[in-house]
């Protein structure tokens, strides 16, 4: 197993929609996991481009579309953490005038052109500055194909895939990756260092029970199910969520903080890893 921890700056922040909602559109306080698999995907994409194979940024079947190099990179992908490092994440709530020309039910008539603008409730995510890290574990060797391309994972795709993100999410999520490192996870061993468990902890698949303060279960669109890298993810169920343990606290809903590890010692086995510490993915 490869540990690939990505380093970066946000620009302004981010934008994630929650995956049920479409016409009120507030953000979420920490970016999913499927954010950072799809960025990696399009890195992988980049380095495929440079290899002079055409990606393109999805496919059309028929009425549907898929992207089948996210889909492929997800089904490698075993565990995703994130954590902001230095900083602060702040939520807000913009009012901004759109198309609403998606929103509009078939059968519905819109008479007037003044009509079909509207103005809506647009969530963003400020981070200015901020300093964050998403990890991923992924299975070495592992194969994504793209067409009639095929490219294996190991640490020098890795290291170059991750280091062509610009962004996460929409094209306006633009961010500075600042270090990458590729370690191996067999190598990795329990955080013995004391100041170790005192950084600020990334938030982790939670596989149930109960979970200490300030801690709460989120679900988060599972990248592993492919349906979430196609159309077909409009209308999913709870079937294609995933459990994730993330910060709480009495600001969690406008600002977001990620507590030391010490705050889950006795409840998870924490893992040091390249100087880091992260929660044994066997929780």
């Known amino acids: 197993m490869i540990l690939l921890s990505v380093k970066f700056a946000f620009h302004w922040g981010f934008w994630a929609r929650p995956s049920i909602l ?15 698999v799809g960025a990696l995907a399009r ?16 496919r059309r079947e028929g009425e549907s579309y898929r992207v089948p190099l ?13 954590r902001v490092l230095k900083g602060g994440v702040s939520a807000a709530i913009d009012k ?31 981070a200015p500055g901020t300093i964050a890290e998403f990890a ?55 955080a013995r260092d004391a100041a170790m468990p005192e950084q600020p902890c990334p938030y982790f698949k939670w596989s149930g029970g109960e979970l200490p303060p300030p801690w709460r279960v ?15 993810r409009v209308g999913m169920d709870e079937s294609g969520m995933v459990a994730y343990a993330v910060p709480e606290s009495a600001w969690s809903t406008l600002r977001i903080e990620f507590p ?8 998870v086995e924490i893992v ?9 993915p066997r929780f």
Request: charged letters at 25%; hydrophobic letters at 40%.
């Open 272 to 280: 040091e890893c390249g100087g880091l510490a992260y929660v044994d």
């Open 96 to 126: 901004t005038r759109v198309f609403q020309g998606p929103y509009v039910r078939l059968g519905d008539l819109i008479e007037s052109p003044s009509q079909r603008f509207a103005v809506r409730d647009l969530g963003k995510a400020y």
């Open 218 to 232: 989120e679900k988060f669109v599972d990248w592993k199910n492919l349906r979430v890298w196609s159309s077909e």
């Open 136 to 190: 991923a574990l992924l299975r070495e060797g592992c194969k994504v194909s793209e067409g009639s391309a095929q490219v294996k994972l190991d640490a020098r795709v890795l290291s170059a895939a991750a280091h062509a993100i610009t962004r996460l999410g929409p094209a306006e999520g633009t961010v500075a990756v600042r270090q990458v490192d590729v370690l191996q996870w067999e190598e990795c061993a329990e």
């Open 43 to 58: 890195g992988l994409a980049e380095l495929l481009r440079a290899r002079g194979v055409w990606v393109p940024e999805y």
């Open 22 to 36: 479409s016409a009120r559109q507030p953000t979420m306080t920490v970016p999913p996991p499927t954010m950072f």
């Open 260 to 267: 030391p590890c010490t705050t889950l010692l006795g409840s």
């Open 70 to 82: 996210a889909g492929g990179l997800g089904q490698c992908v075993e565990r995703v953490y994130f």
